[in-house]
């Protein structure tokens, strides 16, 4: 028998396949596309922040449409079928809830009812986040909500809170994109998590997703082993055929190595690509290029700023090492090596942690 955290999942969301793999809401990178193909293939599709929030039912509406498609197939699992047709679309949403539009939000939930919800990066803490959670849940109560935390702190607070999350997104500091400035890597941060949950008052019964620098099946493995009911993965997919993604970026994914040494936090990729209000507490991974160099060998930011701007003219020719772009990417980046569909990246995972699992047992 499964245990009870993967049995609840299994029964909020019936359509998925064991071990489950969930692809992270990536903003303006993860679409309806992406997010259905996902769910397709028996795990959890995450449709990402968007740059304009009033077309999150636009996107939700296309979601429905390829799935409407795909469950017509004869490809199609009769288990999405059964769930895609009791009143629940299943794909989630991501929602960085600091700059995020509540209104907006609960208006296209409330109308199309996605499985999830994910909340992320709140300006003024908790309460921010039960905020959101508490809307969503009154629009759409059949939506779950997921909270990403990267700290033993914020997980507690999360579960204590009046509006307690379903799911808690475990965030480790190999994670590309945005989390916090200081952290733990997965490894020690998911298992103390887990202990801190399991003697607290509330939270000994949600289930944990593994997330930070897990890119195939030998992490999905040991993310299993330190008590996490599935993973996320965000980097992978961005070296996935329906990810909305340039391909001068795309390349440069595939082309990195070395993450350890080859990405860094900092807020400096946000600030040049013009956003300089994320939270305090906040850094976004991504891979060295010449703008950090340049940042680092001490030029001024304008002319960097400037200087990115004229990358951007350049297309696909303004990523790489050489180049200046933004290139958010986690530290497992070198363990990409070509793009897929993210159907086949899912199956393929989760392929891959049944045979490590297998030989584990062997030892």
């Given at each position: ?42 795990g ?19 979601a ?87 700290s ?17 997104v ?20 998911l ?35 330190l ?25 440069t ?33 991504g891979?060295?290029?010449r ?22 003219k ?17 530290t ?24 490590v ?7």
């Amino acid at each position: 028998m499964a245990p009870p955290h993967l049995q609840l999942l299994k029964s909020t969301y019936p359509w998925i396949i064991t071990p489950l793999v969930v692809g992270a809401p990536m903003k303006l990178i993860t679409g309806p596309a992406i997010a259905a193909a996902i769910s397709c293939a028996g795990g959890i599709g995450f449709i990402g922040p968007l740059g304009d929030p009033r077309k999150l039912g636009d996107a939700l509406y296309s979601a429905k449409q390829i799935l409407d498609k795909s469950a017509s197939s004869s490809s199609a699992s009769s288990s999405l079928r059964l769930q895609h047709s009791s009143h629940i679309l299943p794909v989630g949403v991501g929602f960085q809830t600091w700059d995020g539009d509540l209104s907006a939000a609960a208006e296209a939930i409330g109308v199309h009812c996605p499985a999830a919800a994910w909340l992320f990066a709140p300006r003024h803490g908790q309460s921010e986040l039960d905020s959101w959670a508490q809307r969503i849940r009154e629009v759409s109560p059949n939506t779950q909500i997921w909270m990403q935390i990267g700290s033993v702190e914020d997980a507690l607070k999360a579960a204590q809170s009046d509006q307690a999350p379903d799911v808690l997104v475990v965030q480790g500091q190999d994670a590309g994109g945005h989390g916090l400035s200081r952290g733990a890597g997965i490894v020690t941060l998911l298992p103390e998590v887990a202990d801190a949950l399991e003697v607290s008052e509330k939270g000994a019964s949600i289930p944990l997703i593994a997330a930070g620098g897990i890119v195939d099946g030998r992490g999905m493995t040991a993310a299993l082993a330190l008590g996490a009911s599935g993973i996320a993965m965000g980097t992978r997919f961005l070296a996935s055929e329906e990810a909305q993604i340039t391909r001068g970026y795309q390349d440069t994914v595939i082309k990195g190595s070395d993450g350890g040494q080859k990405t860094v936090k900092t807020q400096l990729y946000n600030h040049l690509r013009g956003t300089m209000n994320w939270p305090a507490g906040y850094e976004a991974r991504g891979l060295l290029n010449r703008s950090w160099v340049d940042h680092e060998n001490g030029m001024s930011f304008e002319e960097n700023r400037m200087l990115y701007g004229e990358a951007i003219k350049k297309g696909d020719e303004g990523w790489g090492e050489e180049g200046r772009l933004a290139t958010y990417a986690g530290t497992a980046v070198g363990l990409i090596k070509e793009v897929k569909g993210a159907g086949e990246i899912v199956r393929t995972t989760r392929t891959q942690t049944e045979r490590v699992t297998s030989l584990i047992s062997k030892m």
